[in-house]
């Protein structure tokens, strides 16, 4: 056993110890330790403590999840968000205020007309390393132990996957809140009542089947960005995806389920994102399903995936972030260091080529691929310029992709954009030959057309509105408005072979995007 007795002599002994557990073959994380220590500032002495105290034990294990959870701590932390006008006056809004979604928009347009465009701003950030203390942190790892060791469903899981989806403390960026004990407690007896006592998805799913009965999605929670913590979600009762994931995470991994958080950051067929859970068995398998709604084996995503993610609390150094690249700025979420790349677990996928044909600057080496979500291209992956062309890895098929560069922050379109089939092939939506068309045009969006018995078109417009059609070159290029009445709209001397955009004058850009083949709208 040894003692703490100056912030130099911990350092000392933890590169000695470091190096003991390396050439003992103990964990590959112990030496970052000293370095995580550093920016902890006042708070180290919580995470010496940490590490003394299973440094004093018998249990090499336990000191090692220790080390795995500090060496990764760093960028893990609880944010705040509010709702700010353009000058970045803060406006109150409280989603629980309104009875229902419908109520809630229409008090946020109301504060609009007042206030300007509204967005959410960062408030406040919240470190672990600088908040976290020893007693939650060794609660934390203990329970974490007391589950994979005890379940029976849970003990042929390696340290591995229990480190990266059972030990981890937090979901997401939500307030740091003891939940372990209370989940272990909860559901104590269920091997009890189960077929097959060593099935980890017939637990999660008794599990699941009793968080459905306290806890479901409330759309008004999408005004409602920072995550909840767990009391907040037990009072409340509601939430969004994301709270959604986070609650069954702590109730799954409370009782050693290897549950984790997957995601889309863009739908590529629809607007907005969407988060769910997997189960990852002890073979590997991850089996998708949705916390508080759906269980494994119940699920299916609704929408097309260009690219899924799963969230990691460790460090992943294949992500951008990590890699060497002349640009200092990295778009979004991309810059991320905890997640990896699963797309091949829920679609269809293959490496894609792109050739670029304008040349591209030498301080830029790093290009993206785009999906079209909410009236914007959205970047999905990334890929490494070389020789002009980049190659980005596991795409999802049957969608229209544009590349683009990531140039003043902000993402330019950079090259045409193509339709990756579900043949693995792709489509370049440029024709070099200009021909001409006339368009008869029956939606803005995809809809499942009903059989006519009169031999009329059956249309989606609303008779009176404006719409206007657009094709994509270097930008999205008007071809004119026209006003809707009971049957198709119709457009003449449209250029041949592009991808179009049919939107309805001041709509909320959520029309979908479309090639015209053999005279029918085909949706992306």
Not at 219 to 230: E, I, K, M, N
Not at 265 to 289: C, E, L, Q, R, S
Not at 497 to 523: C, H, M, N, P
Request: with cysteine.
């Amino acid at each position: 056993m040894f003692r703490i007795v100056t912030n130099w002599t911990i350092i000392i002994i933890l590169f000695v110890f470091a190096s003991c557990l390396l050439v003992c073959g103990g964990s590959p994380y112990s030496d970052e330790i000293p370095e995580v220590l550093q920016p902890a500032g006042d708070n180290r002495v919580e995470l010496e403590k940490v590490l003394s105290h299973y440094a004093s034990g018998d249990d090499s294990l336990k000191l090692n999840a220790a080390l795995y959870l500090i060496a990764n701590m760093e960028g893990h932390c609880y944010v705040t968000y509010s709702m700010v006008d353009t000058v970045g006056t803060t406006v109150a809004f409280d989603v629980l205020d309104y009875k229902d979604y419908e109520s809630l928009t229409a008090a946020a347009d109301s504060l609009e007309s007042k206030y300007g465009m509204l967005d959410f701003e960062r408030n406040e950030k919240i470190n672990d390393l600088d908040s976290i203390k020893a007693e939650f942190l060794i609660k934390q790892i203990d329970y974490a132990f007391k589950a994979w060791r005890e379940k029976p469903w849970a003990k042929s899981f390696s340290f591995e996957n229990f480190c990266e989806y059972i030990l981890p403390y937090r979901g997401s960026n939500e307030p740091l809140e003891e939940w372990r004990q209370t989940f272990w407690d909860k559901y104590i007896e269920i091997e009890s009542g189960m077929t097959n006592s060593t099935d980890p998805v017939e637990a999660a799913a008794i599990i699941n089947d009793d968080i459905k009965s306290w806890f479901g999605f409330d759309p008004r929670y999408y005004y409602h960005p920072t995550d909840q913590g767990l009391s907040e979600m037990v009072s409340n009762g509601l939430g969004r995806c994301e709270d959604m994931t986070n609650v069954t995470i702590y109730a799954m991994r409370a009782n050693g389920l290897a549950v984790t958080s997957d995601y889309t950051p863009y739908w590529a067929n629809t607007g907005n994102n969407h988060a769910w859970n997997a189960i990852v068995t002890p073979d590997g398998k991850a089996i998708p399903f949705m916390g508080a709604e759906s269980n494994p084996g119940e699920y299916h995503l609704a929408n097309k995936l260009g690219k899924a993610y799963r969230k990691t609390f460790g460090k992943q150094i294949d992500n951008l972030v990590f890699q060497e690249q002349k640009q200092e700025e990295l778009p979004g979420w991309l810059a991320g260091k905890n997640y990896i790349d699963v797309t091949s677990h829920y679609t269809n996928v293959c490496d894609v080529e792109v050739k670029f044909e304008e040349e591209i600057d030498d301080s830029i080496d790093i290009a993206y691929l785009c999906v079209f979500n909410s009236g914007e291209w959205k970047p999905i992956h990334w890929g490494r310029i070389e020789n002009g062309s980049a190659k980005f890895s596991d795409m999802g098929t049957n969608i229209a992709y544009l590349p683009a560069l990531y140039v003043n922050k902000e993402i330019l379109p950079y090259g045409a954009p193509f339709i990756l089939g579900e043949d693995n092939n792709s489509r370049k939506l440029q024709p070099t030959n200009e021909k001409i068309e006339t368009m008869k045009l029956i939606s803005t969006t995809y809809r499942k057309l009903e059989k006519s018995t009169d031999g009329i078109s059956q249309t989606f417009f609303t008779p009176g509105q404006k719409y206007e059609l657009s094709y994509w070159s270097d930008g999205w290029q008007s071809l004119g408005l026209s006003v809707a009445s009971d049957g198709p709209l119709v457009f003449e001397d449209v250029p041949e072979g592009y991808l179009y955009w049919l939107v309805a004058k001041d709509s909320d850009s959520e029309e979908r995007i479309f090639t015209f083949e053999s005279d029918s709208q085909i949706w992306y």
